[in-house]
């Protein structure tokens, strides 16, 4: 057989399929992966992570079936957030889906290029995440609720409940972002309300105690819990103590009130969760995120713990119950 002959016969030949090298075109493609960023821990976030899946899942995506989710928490330091935020970027993950406010701005400034889906309770344009609500420009979009707003309405609220209180303690967390505004606006709603503020300051779960060791020794007669990543995965600890000391308390949250907290008044983080997850479904998609307007949660509700009143000996003004959302009994 001539050699020309040889060589177009073997061309011909088909191996058979245990020896044929497998075609990149075969290859199952790689999942988009979600970087997904908190500045506390698991523990409590469960039903936020269900509605974040759930905001994916209306994009069509699922996670484990079309889409990876990478989980970075901070455990409530939020120090090590820089060092998080940026092992998701040498990871390459296709969108950074950051929750909680002291995760928004770190995650913001790790990247330019990744984009980034927020969630938080403060002004975006403020915090400097995006040019304006309506035009984001840039990397950086996301879902917005009320909560930090309607601090100084939450005092007021407090002060209908806990009429006797002429000091109020404020828990806060300095670390957090957004407390000088915060702070400034109960300031400002004390002195109306002729009350005294107490300011509290936790940075950690250990510094807790403390803070309510120095609610008592300064004799406050009410409590109100800023809104705070950290604070919300530790809700059981603080209504403990709050029943402990016989302290009438309000928090931000509705998972406050459901778990056994005397009142709450906020926004519904749930639905902002929802909305962040719907973003990063879209921008996976290949919507961009400078094309997003920030998205925001305007419902609020007030929520009150008749149960808890009772325990605490808190009588609770019946035209305070009958503006409540919802009466836990």
């Known amino acids: 057989m001539r050699r020309r002959d040889f060589i177009t016969f073997l061309g011909g030949v088909v191996a058979p399929p245990s020896l044929r090298p497998v075609a990149a075109s075969a290859q199952k493609p790689a999942m988009p992966v979600v970087g997904f960023l908190n500045g506390t821990?698991?523990?409590?976030?469960?039903?936020?992570?269900?509605?974040?899946?759930?905001?994916?899942?209306?994009?069509?995506?699922?996670?484990?079936?079309?889409?990876?989710?990478?989980?970075?928490?901070?455990?409530?330091?939020?120090?090590?957030?820089?060092?998080?935020?940026?092992?998701?970027?040498?990871?390459?993950?296709?969108?950074?889906?950051?929750?909680?406010?002291?995760?928004?701005r770190i995650a913001a400034a790790a990247t330019k290029t990744i984009p980034v889906v927020f969630t938080t309770s403060s002004d975006p344009v403020e915090l400097g995440l995006v040019a304006s609500l309506s035009r984001p420009g840039g990397n950086v979009t996301g879902a917005v609720?009320?909560?930090?707003?309607?601090?100084?309405?939450?005092?007021?609220?407090?002060?209908?409940?806990?009429?006797?209180?002429?000091?109020?303690?404020?828990?806060?967390?300095?670390?957090?972002?957004?407390?000088?505004?915060?702070?400034?606006?109960?300031?400002?709603?004390?002195?109306?309300?002729?009350r005294q503020i107490l300011p509290l300051r936790a940075r950690s779960e250990s510094?807790?105690?403390?803070?309510?060791?120095?609610?008592?020794?300064?004799?406050?007669?009410?409590?109100?819990?800023?809104?705070?990543?950290?604070?919300?995965?530790?809700?059981?600890?603080?209504?403990?103590?709050?029943?402990?000391?016989?302290?009438?308390?309000?928090?931000?949250?509705?998972e406050f009130a459901e778990a056994g907290g005397l009142s709450s008044y906020g926004g519904s983080v749930t639905d902002v969760y929802r909305l962040a997850g719907i973003y990063a479904g879209r921008i996976l998609k290949g919507e961009k995120p400078a094309e997003l307007p920030v998205q925001q949660s305007t419902r609020v509700e007030l929520i009150i713990n008749t149960k808890t009143a009772k325990e605490?000996?808190?009588?609770?003004?019946l035209s305070l119950l009958g503006r409540a959302d919802e009466v836990i009994e």
């Open 41 to 104: 821990s698991p523990q409590g976030y469960g039903l936020f992570l269900s509605a974040f899946r759930r905001g994916l899942s209306e994009t069509g995506y699922v996670e484990h079936r079309n889409v990876t989710m990478e989980y970075r928490w901070a455990e409530g330091r939020y120090d090590r957030l820089p060092a998080l935020a940026a092992d998701l970027v040498n990871r390459r993950v296709d969108v950074i889906a950051a929750t909680t406010t002291p995760a928004n």
């Open 145 to 194: 609720t009320l909560n930090v707003e309607v601090g100084a309405k939450r005092l007021e609220l407090l002060h209908e409940m806990a009429p006797p209180a002429a000091i109020i303690a404020v828990l806060v967390n300095p670390n957090n972002p957004n407390v000088d505004a915060q702070s400034r606006d109960l300031e400002e709603a004390s002195r109306t309300l002729g």
């Open 207 to 254: 510094d807790i105690e403390a803070a309510f060791a120095r609610l008592v020794e300064q004799r406050a007669g009410a409590l109100l819990v800023a809104t705070d990543a950290l604070f919300f995965s530790q809700r059981d600890r603080l209504i403990a103590l709050s029943k402990r000391y016989a302290i009438p308390a309000i928090f931000d949250r509705r």
């Open 312 to 317: 605490l000996g808190v009588t609770i003004p």
